[in-house]
């Protein structure tokens, strides 16, 4: 079983910055790519970033790339998405999946609201 805690969220201003974490429970998490989605209210979850397993290949949604960082740390199972340049926008619920193919893993969500 694999259960996957997203943190860092928060009310940030636009303009501003956040950094969202995800911790893996498991020793499989370093075997796996690993990826950010978001839903805004009233609208379907969408795609944000993607890693692969190594971390050597990263890809982004048109929408966040130049401002949205994807890392990770396999030596402590931890999903990072560094959040810059923050817009209204991006106001949403953000999840971390695992990716096995599809996304089989889910996390609980971590809201991020930007003020304008």
């Known amino acids: 079983q694999v259960a996957l805690v997203e943190s860092g969220g928060g009310l940030v201003q636009a303009g501003g910055s956040l950094r969202l974490s995800c911790a893996a429970s498991?020793?499989?998490?370093?075997?796996?790519?690993m990826g950010w989605f978001r839903q805004a209210p009233g609208k379907e979850r969408e795609f944000v970033a993607a890693?692969?397993?190594?971390?050597?290949?990263?890809y982004y949604a048109d929408s966040v790339k130049g401002r949205f960082t994807i890392s990770r740390d396999n030596a402590k199972n931890t999903l990072f998405l560094q959040m810059n340049s923050l817009k209204s926008e991006d106001t949403a619920v953000y999840y971390c999946?695992?990716?096995?193919?599809?996304?089989?893993?889910w996390g609980q969500g971590t809201q991020v609201t930007v003020s304008s």
């Open positions: 999946a695992r990716g096995a193919g599809p996304y089989d893993y």
């Open positions: 498991g020793r499989t998490f370093s075997s796996y790519s």
């Open positions: 890693i692969s397993w190594s971390g050597d290949s990263t």
